[in-house]
């Protein structure tokens, strides 16, 4: 028997028995999410170009060598904030799918339901060992 198979028996009475409704619901979040990654990726490339472009200009007007390190540091500086302005974008758009599914509070359940499964597995196994 497949994962899916029993997964979807395991929903019965749920939102599972309307899935055309909220899988189309789910598909649209997903589009966009994707969406809103994909402008995210281009607006980083973008960025990331010019700075790679504008580098060896600005290294060309450097009259010192105190100058190449500081223009080494900018660029450097700009490109981890610029990554890490990226992460968090996408953080913030993974947390707004998960949180806008439709089914994530089944999940939730779900997961709460095999929680209290392996606690009271566990229960059991510690009382007969102590026994």
Request: proline share 2%; with cysteine; hydrophobic share 40%.
């Amino acid at each position: 028997m497949s994962s899916a198979s029993f997964e979807l028996r395991e929903c019965k009475g749920t939102q599972a028995e309307s899935s055309p409704a909220w899988l189309a619901e789910f598909g649209a979040l997903t589009h966009r999410s994707m969406i809103a990654t994909g402008m995210m990726w281009l607006g980083l490339a973008s960025r990331r170009i010019n700075e790679n472009l504008s580098f060896p200009i600005k290294l060309g007007k450097c009259n010192s060598v105190r100058d190449v390190v500081c223009t080494f540091r900018s660029y450097h500086r700009a490109m981890l904030e610029q990554y890490e302005r990226a992460v968090t974008e996408l953080r913030h758009i993974n947390l707004t799918l998960a949180s806008e599914a439709p089914f994530a509070g089944l999940l939730s359940a779900r997961s709460a339901r095999v929680s209290s499964r392996e606690k009271t597995a566990h229960s059991s196994v510690a009382a007969r060992g102590s026994s």
